[in-house]
């Protein structure tokens, strides 16, 4: 989409060029997370090649890729199978042809975020926190993201330099924790995120800094010294929400950096979207929850699909979403069984996901 790809050449351009070009000839240092940013495959004939698929997949990746690019790091697709059209890694990043398709009831604000603007770039609907939109920018463009159609060149809260938003803040005193979504806080440099937390530290209410991201699981390269730095600096407790989809994502380097998190104070916890064709199955969440808990994350939420426009193809009956939690629920440890819930405009929370009350008697 064309406000992340601005923001992802700002993010380059902060870099001197020539200082990049000269670092990238010596070759002898490891590449910096922003230059494996820089190098995220975007091009579908590339992906397609590197993976040895089938060259039919590209032409239609090309014409979805125009509403909202193809953007994904290196070291993801290192961990995707090659040859496989149905790789659950593949599956969450490929432009595909559905995606084109116009869906009844698929529309491009599925959670009202347009209708809940405390300040520029702030999100307040929920009690006591406040989310700021941080940035437009992702490290990885996830196919059914339900902000592929969000403005974020106009609400972004870095366009104002955080003023509206943390006047917003310091007025209340209601506004315990601060969330950074996004977008993703992450693809902020150090430098941008530790001005931002030395503001938010100067309002006493503040207790909690909470940070939504992919970073750990699509560049964990990101969690480098400076950012751990920035962390062990900050005061207010620290959550950062992952977001891993499948055990598949979850190898070494997801796993060293994930440690490095829990070494700088951080609890960790994971959100997961249920995917028709990428973790619709018992064995899939199960394999999910087991892998992130031997990373000491705690799974967090499932979320059904937001009904975002060109997103239908990963949707599924909430009766099957409902079916594979029991099943999970009757599976695992309950601190392991992550609550399944849906956004609903306007409501004072996250909807838990409930179906009709069951009582067995057998
Ligand atoms: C999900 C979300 C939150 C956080 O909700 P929790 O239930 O605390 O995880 C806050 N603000 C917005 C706008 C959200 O979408
Ligand atoms: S799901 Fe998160 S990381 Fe993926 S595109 Fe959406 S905001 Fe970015």
Known sequence: MIAATSHANQLNSQHDPIAFASAARKGSEEPGWQQLLADAVSDPRELCALLELDPALVLPALTAARDFALRVPRSYVARMRKGDPHDPLLLQVLPVAAETAVVDGFVTDPVGDMDRRAAQGLLHKYRGRALLVATGACAVHCRYCFRRHFPYAEE??????????????????????????????????????????????????????????????????RIDSGLLEWLHGVRLQKVVVM????????????????????????????????????????????????????????????????????????????????????????????????????????????????????????
């Open 156 to 221: 972004s809260a870095l366009q104002q330099g955080w003023l509206g938003a943390i006047e917003h803040l310091r007025a209340d005193p209601t506004i315990g924790e601060v969330i950074l979504s996004g977008g993703d806080p992450w693809s902020l440099s150090d430098r941008r995120l530790k001005q931002l937390t030395d503001a938010l530290e100067a309002i006493p209410h503040i207790r909690r800094l909470r940070v939504h991201t992919r970073y750990p699981i699509v560049l964990p390269e």
């Open 243 to 362: 977001h891993a989809n499948h055990a598949r994502e979850i190898d070494p380097s997801v796993r060293q950096a994930c440690a490095q998190l829990s070494a700088a104070g951080v609890t960790l916890l994971n959100q997961s979207v249920l995917l028709k064709g990428v973790n619709d199955s018992v064995d899939a969440l199960a394999e999910l929850s087991e892998a992130l808990f031997e990373t000491h994350v705690l799974p967090y939420y499932l979320h059904v699909l937001d009904k975002v426009r060109g997103a239908a193809h990963f949707d599924l009956p909430e009766s099957r979403a409902l079916q594979l939690h029991r099943e999970l629920t009757a599976r695992l440890p309950g601190y392991l069984v992550p609550k399944l819930v849906r956004e609903v405009a306007g409501a004072p929370a996250k909807t838990a996901v409930v179906g009709p009350i069951e009582v067995s008697l057998e």
